[in-house]
């Protein structure tokens, strides 16, 4: 069975720190490009992070330096370290894997930073 399962969501205050986790099974892991999205409410589903198959990580500008991608394939997981959150960074966060035409999403984490 194909599935990712997102865990580390929460909420934190502005200037705090979340580590999200996403769990791959059912899949060739190491073949496919993992990303994080996310949705604010009333706004479209945007790309924050992304890692390719040979470690090429690329970012939104809005979360360069602040947030890193990695993978760790021996656990079939990928991570996104979430560090200065501010409130505009609340969403529900989506892990996603793709490769050729396999399109796999995860049911997503929320994400809150409010004082």
């Known amino acids: 069975q194909v599935q990712l399962v997102e865990s580390g969501g929460g909420l934190v205050q502005p200037g705090g720190s979340l580590r999200l986790s996403c769990a791959a099974s059912?899949?060739?892991?190491?073949?496919?490009?993992m990303g994080w999205y996310r949705q604010a409410p009333g706004k479209q589903r945007e790309l924050v992070a992304s890692?390719?198959?040979?470690?090429?990580?690329s970012y939104t500008d809005s979360v360069k330096g602040r947030f890193t991608i990695s993978r760790d394939t021996a656990k079939s997981t990928v991570y996104l370290q979430m560090n200065s959150l501010k409130p505009d960074d609340t969403a529900v966060y989506y892990c996603?894997?793709?490769?050729?035409?396999?399109?796999?999403w995860g049911q997503g984490t929320q994400v809150a930073v409010s004082s």
């Open positions: 890692i390719t198959s040979g470690g090429f990580t």
């Open positions: 996603n894997a793709k490769w050729l035409r396999s399109d796999v």
């Open positions: 059912g899949i060739m892991f190491s073949w496919y490009t």
